[in-house]
Structures are given as C-alpha cells and as structure tokens.
Nanobody, 116 residues
Framework: QVQLVESGGGLVQPGGSLRLSCAAS????????MRWYRQALGKEREFVAV????????NYRDSVKGRFTVSRDNAKNTVYLQMNSLKPEDTAVYYC?????????WGQGTQVTVSS
C-alpha cells in the first residue's frame, strides 16, 4: 500500500534552515507529482509546494517563494523540501502528499518550529 514517511523537522531559530524528507513506497514514485502541505495550530492545512513527475517543474505558495525549494530523487523514492530563511510564521506540521489513482495519501507529518 501507499506509504509516505516524513522526517527532518525540528526546532530552529528565525533565519535558520531545515531540510525535510519524505520517503515514499507502494506506488511508482517517478510517475506522480508530489506535494508538501503544512498545518499550523488552529489553522487549516495549506499548500506549500509541488514538483511534477516528468519535467520536475515546481510551484510554491507565494509566502515561501525564494526561501523554499522542493526537489525529488526518483532513485531513492524521496521528495525533499529545503527551507531557508525560516520565519516564525513557518511553524507548522509539514505533510507530504500524493494522489494515486484518485485517492489522496498523506504522511504522518513532521513538526517544524521556528522560534528564538
């Protein structure tokens, strides 16, 4: 079955960096677009970034453009989110997501806390 496992979250000071990873299994990873979402406490889950399957094209929410970079390693079935210049408002649980044959799959999430 489809499984997504995020890692790499933690506590970081404002202006710092983190790299999140999402290890995928149970589907042909290289043929699916992969997305990152986040959910802050008391708020709705929101889209962060997407990377396509074939061209590797990327798109981001406006508030992270220029600071976050999504990438993928199809040999390792892993998608990454490099987060630089982190701000307190980036604090959230970050989730990996994929839609396979019409069904949505989510990882368990990884907590990112940006605080001094």
């Amino acid at each position: 079955q489809v499984q997504l496992v995020e890692s790499g979250g933690g506590l970081v000071q404002p202006g710092g960096s983190l790299r999140l990873s999402c290890a995928a299994s149970g589907f042909t990873f290289s043929t699916y677009a992969m997305r990152w979402y986040r959910q802050a406490l008391g708020k709705e889950r929101e889209f962060v970034a997407v990377i396509s399957s074939i061209t590797g094209s990327r798109n981001y929410r406006d508030s992270v453009k220029g600071r976050f970079t999504v990438s993928r390693d199809n040999a390792k079935n892993t998608v990454y989110l490099q987060m630089n210049s982190l701000k307190p408002e980036d604090t959230a649980v970050y989730y990996c997501h994929v839609t396979v044959k019409g069904a949505d799959y989510w990882g368990q999430g990884t907590q990112v806390t940006v605080s001094s």
